[in-house]
């Protein structure tokens, strides 16, 4: 089997794979949310790479990574609204969608008029935009529908088939989970995708926001109803019923369930497990924090589908923890995502 190539981001392989985007090609990158799959934003070949090496449809737009606010206004109409939040949350994990500008091509935005962007605050990916010198769209370096990746190993897992795609390798990416996504080319800002910069602080920022239910529709196509899902069927269950679920499973089953209050960084074991893991299940710990449980989710949702189960069951998580709710609504998202049928 072929592998793609891993990299330790040092300043050279960083300066190498900025020359790699000058020429046309595309490079995978850590960023503080999940990995990116990365090309110039205004080559036509580099964009058409990204979306066959996804297999991503045509018009489901892309973020166009930028420094800051300064190289964000080459790509997007600016406006005092979006000079407040990147004041705020730049560099971070809030994307700005806004009309773009002409220069803009098509291929970078599904035919649309309006751009997404965001600035983000990893130290690797930040180095690259340097190096590069403008903006770099990437969607999550995953194929289409499948978990986002939180590490090189997990973008090369998924395309183990690329041996030419270089893949920076930052390390974990620390948040996990992908960025809030905010549009601004509506007269009311709507939150077109839940992440760690909560509706709340938007809100706090620009006044009026509204929330609309995003489902398979218009307003941001990679928002789909099923995304983020693993291979095996995957169902979020409360902590009795997974006991129940084990007792029935005549196959192999993977768990994620929740660390027991009392014990956090424990085992994970409990009445639930308590006859150990044998062959038919295999039980993965998750944290009951959620800035932990965001960060460990995807990998989690990754070790579980490779030991090939019938079905994962996770542990529903906690719904009444209001210290870090506007997190855990995000991570509801995702789980929602992950579980829905096809
Ligand atoms: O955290 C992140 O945002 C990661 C890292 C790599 O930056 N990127 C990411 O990209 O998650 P992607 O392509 O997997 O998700 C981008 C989301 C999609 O739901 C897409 O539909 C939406 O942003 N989006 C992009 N451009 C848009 C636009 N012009 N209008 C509405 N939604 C847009
Ligand atoms: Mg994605």
Known sequence: MTVARVVPATDAAVRDAAEELRRGGVVAFPTETVYGLGGDTFNAKAL?????????????????????AAQA??????DDRAGRLAER??????????????????????????????????????????????????????????VSPTSAAHVAADFADEPDLAILDGGASPLGIESTV??????????LRPGAVSVEELRDTLGRVDTPEIDAQDASPGTTRRHYAPRARTEIVDREG???????????????????????????EDSATSEGEDLLRRVIPMPRDATAYAARLYAALREADATGPDVILIERPPTDVPIDAPLWSAIHDRLRRATAEE
């Open 242 to 268: 997974i006991r129940e679920r084990l007792r029935r499973a005549s196959g192999p089953v993977a768990v994620l369930l929740l660390h027991p209050p009392d014990e956090d960084g424990g085992s994970g």
């Open 182 to 191: 905010v549009s601004l080319a509506s007269d009311v800002p709507a939150v």
């Open 89 to 146: 949350f730049w560099p971070g994990p809030l994307t700005i969608v806004l009309p773009k500008t002409p220069a803009v091509p098509a291929a970078a935005t599904g035919g649309r008029g309006t751009v997404a962007v965001r600035a983000p605050s990893h130290p690797v990916a930040r180095a690259l935009l340097e190096s590069f010198g403008g903006a770099i769209s990437a969607p999550s370096a995953n194929r289409s529908g499948h």
């Open 73 to 78: 206004r080459k790509v997007a109409a600016w």
């Open 48 to 68: 058409a790479t990204i979306y066959r090496l996804k297999g991503r449809p045509r018009e489901n737009p892309l973020i166009a990574h930028v420094l800051d």
